[in-house]
């Protein structure tokens, strides 16, 4: 009888963690959704990003054709995110690297200089891992399913980092090329 009350008890536990991480993994869908201007605007940006890993040949081709290559750098890991600028965010892919965070709008972004011609460019975001002065986890204090990564340099420009389809990844995988570069974890260091 000890024997079947403690694989119920461990399987109940391995459901009660499976839940849990599907509720997370669910918020973090919706908080990624949400910061989009519609659902649908999400969605298609999703397979814009897919059509171009197909027919880039994958994500390290993809990255390696729209940041350059360094010698020794390895891609750790893409994020599917949003960054925040005055005018709204901006749906694209983080990138991490052996040596360097890297990010690229997903579309391009239009302005409209002096000269009346729109200029159409994707916002690109570079910063060498060594370059890096705090690295913050946050959460919206009026909300905390609503977290972002917040990403300082030496040189004092900010970064916000948000929608992340998998958040506690991202910032997993932060840490590790933080780690891998020689830097302490961003907690141990920033916090």
């Not at 599907?22 to 897919?50: C, F, K």
């Not at 909300?143 to 997993?172: H, Q, R």
Request: proline residues 3%; hydrophobic residues 35%; charged residues 20%.
């Amino acid at each position: 009888m000890d024997k079947i009350s403690g694989a119920l008890n461990n399987c109940g536990k391995k459901v009660e963690e499976a839940t849990k991480h599907a509720e997370s993994m669910v918020d973090n869908i919706w908080n990624h959704v949400r910061m989009s201007s519609s659902p649908a605007d999400a969605a298609m940006a999703r397979l814009v990003q897919g059509t171009k890993l197909i027919a880039n040949g994958g994500s390290d081709k993809l990255f390696q054709q729209t940041f350059g290559v360094i010698p020794g750098e390895k891609l750790l890991k893409q994020h599917v995110c949003y960054i925040s600028k005055i005018s709204g965010p901006v749906i694209g892919t983080l990138y991490i690297t052996t040596k360097r965070l890297a990010f690229c709008s997903d579309y391009p972004l239009c302005h409209y200089p002096f000269s009346l011609q729109h200029q159409c460019i994707y916002y690109k975001v570079v910063v060498q891992l060594d370059q890096l002065r705090a690295v913050s986890p946050s959460a919206n204090i009026f909300n905390s399913k609503e977290k972002y990564i917040e990403i300082v340099t030496v040189d004092g420009y900010e970064f916000f980092f948000m929608g992340f389809v998998s958040y506690d990844k991202a910032l997993k995988t932060l840490n590790e090329a933080l780690h891998q570069y020689g830097n302490r974890s961003s907690s141990d260091k920033f916090n």
